[in-house]
C-alpha cells in the first residue's frame, strides 16, 4: 500500500489523538514530520511517536516530501498556514474553522481550485459508524420525510475542565464556531445543503474565572457571544431549531432529535463517531418507545479523529472526491460565519452556496481505510 506523507503543524492539546491515529491506525498514512511555533513542543511530539523530523514551520513547508500539511493551529492563524501551503504545493487538512470570515474562507477555497489541491476541514465525524447509521435510517425511510429537527449544545463553559481556555472567548471560538461544526456537518450529511438562517444571540457575561488546575482563579474577557439560538431552513423544507451556549448550568434539552411523518430518529452526539442510535415510529407495535440500532463497524467509544484526513489520502491516490470536500467545508462555513449576520441584522440569511450530500459507506463491512 502507498503510504502518503504527512506534515502536522501545531503540537497543541488537540494533536495527541491526531497523532496516535495517524501514526498507529491509518496505515496509508505517515507523518514525516511536525512543527509548532515553540520547537520544544515539536520535539516532544516527535520523540513520544516516533516522527522522523521535528522543525519549524518554515522548514516542514520547505519540505518536498510532504503531500498533505495537518493544520492544528488555532483558529486566529488557520488561513495564514492554510494558504501558506497551498502556496507551497501541499493538499491542506485543517481543524475547525477554516476561516474566521468570508473573505479568508474565499482566499483558501479559490487558491487550493487554482493550484488543483484538496481542503478538508474538521469535523470528519459524520464519517464514524453513528451518523453512517442516521443516514442509512433516513434514506431508507424509516422515519419518512424529515420535518423538523432540533440540536442542542448547552454547557456552563470550558474554563471548568480546559487547562488553558482563554481561546474559547475570542474571534473564531465561542460555542458556535467550536461546537457548530459538528452539528451543522451532520444535519447536512443527513438532510442535504441549508437553505436560510435565522438567529438571536446574547452574552451573559464579559469576564469569566477559570475553575480548571492549570490557571484557577484567573479571569478571561470574553470577546464573543455565549448563547446562540438559531432556526435553520434547509432546501429540502426540514426546519431546524440550533441552541449553541457555554451559559447553562444544567439542561435536559435532547443532545440530537430528527422528526420525521413516520417517526422519531434519536441522532448520536456528533461530536463522536460511534455512540447511541435510537428510533421511535408511528407504528402500532413500537409506537410511544424507543428502540436501539446496533451500530454495523467500530464500538460505541471509538475515537477515529483523522479519519477525514484517511480519506483525502486515499482520495487523492485514487483520483477521487474526498467525503471532507472544499464544497462541504465551503457550505458548513458560510452557514457558521453568517448565524451572527442574520441575528446582527435581525433578518433572515440566505445561504449563497449549496453542496452535494457526501456519500454514504454502503458497505459497512468491507470499508476499510485503515
Not at 458556535?176 to 442535504?192: E, H, I, K, N, R
Request: aromatic share 8%; proline share 5%; glycine share 8%.
Amino acid at each position: 500500500m502507498k503510504t502518503t506523507k504527512v506534515g502536522v503543524i501545531g503540537c497543541g492539546t488537540i494533536s495527541g489523538i491526531y497523532f496516535e491515529n495517524l501514526t498507529k491506525r491509518f496505515k496509508q498514512i505517515e507523518v514525516l514530520a511536525c512543527a509548532d511555533i515553540f520547537l520544544a513542543k515539536a520535539e516532544e511530539a516527535a520523540q513520544k511517536y516516533g516522527i522522523p523530523i521535528a522543525c519549524s514551520t518554515e522548514e516542514l513547508l520547505k519540505n518536498p516530501e510532504i503531500e498533505i500539511v495537518l493544520n492544528l493551529t488555532i483558529p486566529a492563524v488557520h488561513t495564514e498556514i492554510n494558504v501558506a501551503a497551498l502556496k507551497a504545493g501541499k493538499h491542506v487538512y485543517c481543524e475547525k474553522p477554516l476561516a474566521l470570515n468570508m473573505e479568508d474562507l474565499n482566499k483558501t477555497i479559490d487558491l487550493a481550485k487554482e493550484r488543483h489541491l484538496s481542503v478538508g476541514c474538521a469535523p470528519d465525524t459524520f464519517m464514524g459508524a453513528g451518523l453512517q447509521t442516521c443516514r442509512k435510517l433516513i434514506d431508507e425511510n424509516w422515519i419518512g420525510k424529515p420535518v423538523s429537527a432540533t440540536v442542542n449544545f448547552v454547557s456552563h463553559g470550558p474554563e471548568t475542565w480546559h487547562p488553558s481556555p482563554e481561546f474559547y472567548y475570542k474571534p473564531g471560538a465561542g460555542p458556535l464556531l467550536d461546537m457548530g461544526p459538528y452539528y451543522l456537518t451532520a444535519l447536512v450529511f443527513l438532510l442535504g445543503p441549508i437553505g436560510s438562517i435565522s438567529c438571536f444571540t446574547n452574552r451573559a457575561r464579559d469576564k469569566r474565572v477559570i475553575t480548571s488546575k492549570a490557571h484557577k482563579g484567573e479571569i478571561i474577557d470574553v470577546e464573543v457571544e455565549t448563547g446562540y439560538c438559531g432556526i435553520l431552513k434547509f432546501k429540502s423544507g426540514t426546519i431546524v431549531n440550533v441552541n449553541m451556549s457555554f451559559d447553562v448550568w444544567l439542561s435536559n434539552l435532547p443532545l440530537f432529535e430528527i422528526y420525521g411523518t413516520k417517526g422519531t430518529l434519536v441522532v448520536t452526539d456528533p461530536k463522536m463517531f460511534g455512540g447511541k442510535v435510537e428510533i421511535s415510529r408511528g407504528e402500532k407495535e413500537i409506537h410511544d418507545f424507543f428502540k436501539e440500532i446496533p451500530l454495523p463497524y467500530g464500538s460505541a467509544n471509538d475515537n477515529l479523529r483523522g479519519l477525514g484526513l484517511a480519506d483525502m489520502a486515499k482520495a487523492i491516490q485514487d483520483g477521487t472526491e474526498p467525503r471532507v470536500n472544499a464544497e462541504l467545508i465551503y457550505h458548513v462555513t458560510e452557514a457558521l460565519l453568517n448565524f451572527e449576520t442574520a441575528a446582527n441584522g435581525s433578518h433572515v440569511y440566505k445561504m449563497k452556496s449549496t453542496c452535494t450530500m457526501s456519500a454514504p459507506i454502503k458497505n459497512f463491512q468491507t470499508f476499510q481505510i485503515f
